[in-house]
């Protein structure tokens, strides 16, 4: 498929948070912009650096002085997965928008199962993992995450921890994020599915992490998540119920004596 042959194909935004990723941002991009002119000439990669302490930042403004259709944008301080994603979804110009991270776990090149599922009656394809190459810790905990946040917020996908997405910016617009953790994926599947988005998955591969070590496994960064995905469940599903509920109880008459 190309552009030529499909002359109204919507530009593509692919999105990179970024943080300490400077062994494998570059080619993260590279294959980004190899891949995108099979798809439509209008496209843009944009990266997210937040905020890191290694040499990310001078690779991506390489990156951006040498390719004119790459942007970079820089948190000067560290502003958690969520903030970066909040950035990336706000500054990306394309009708559509892929993200996935910029530590090569995934391959951007399957990209392309994802765009020919984007049919008209669907805004998010996501994917899922057919295997997690982690840890059998990080395994353990990342399945009892997915499962907490499919019953407790009624997800309709398999893998909120997968973040390789493909979505209209039209459904993004419709919702407003707030957190700043991990927790912003389960935070933005529960909203979009909350103003109508229509979802389908397919089955994506995960790699091993060959550069760097991951930011989130720390017993600090875990007891953080838990503290705000169960205050996210508070404020955006239980206490929307109790209220409904105090709403809808039939009120009791008082009769006035004369």
């Known amino acids: 498929m190309n552009n030529a042959q499909h002359p109204a194909a919507p530009g593509i935004t692919v999105f990179f948070p970024a943080y300490n990723d400077a062994g494998s941002i570059a080619l993260m991009v590279e294959r980004a912009l190899a ?8 496209y843009e990669v944009l990266v997210v650096n937040d905020g890191s302490g290694d040499n990310t930042a001078a690779v991506l403004d390489e990156l951006a002085r040498t390719q ?36 090569a776990q995934y391959d951007v090149n399957e990209l392309a199962t994802l765009v020919p599922l984007l049919s008209a009656d669907v805004d998010v394809v996501n994917g899922y993992k057919l295997k997690r190459s982690d840890s059998k810790r990080r395994v353990i905990l990342g399945a009892c995450y997915k499962l907490l ?10 893998d909120v921890d997968c973040d390789f ?15 700043t953790s991990g927790v912003v994926c389960t935070e933005m599947i529960y909203k979009l599915k909350r103003t109508g988005a229509r979802f389908i998955e397919t089955p994506v591969h995960h790699y091993p992490r060959l550069h760097g070590a991951s930011q989130f496994f720390t017993l600090r960064r875990v007891a953080q998540t838990a503290f705000d995905f169960f205050g996210l469940w508070l404020r955006m599903v239980v206490l929307p119920r109790v209220s409904f509920g105090l ?8 009769k006035r004596v004369a």
């Open 247 to 254: 709403l809808g109880q039939r009120q009791p008459v008082t």
């Open 35 to 42: 891949l995108l002119p099979q798809f439509t000439s209008d």
């Open 149 to 158: 946040a499919r019953v407790l917020f009624g997800l309709p996908i398999r």
């Open 68 to 103: 004119p259709n790459v942007r970079v944008i820089h948190h000067p301080k560290n502003r958690g997965y969520g903030g970066a994603l909040r950035t990336g979804f706000i500054n990306a110009t394309k009708e559509l928008v892929f993200y996935t991270d910029g530590d």
């Open 165 to 179: 997405r493909l979505m209209r910016r039209a459904a993004l617009q419709r919702i407003d994020l707030v957190s």
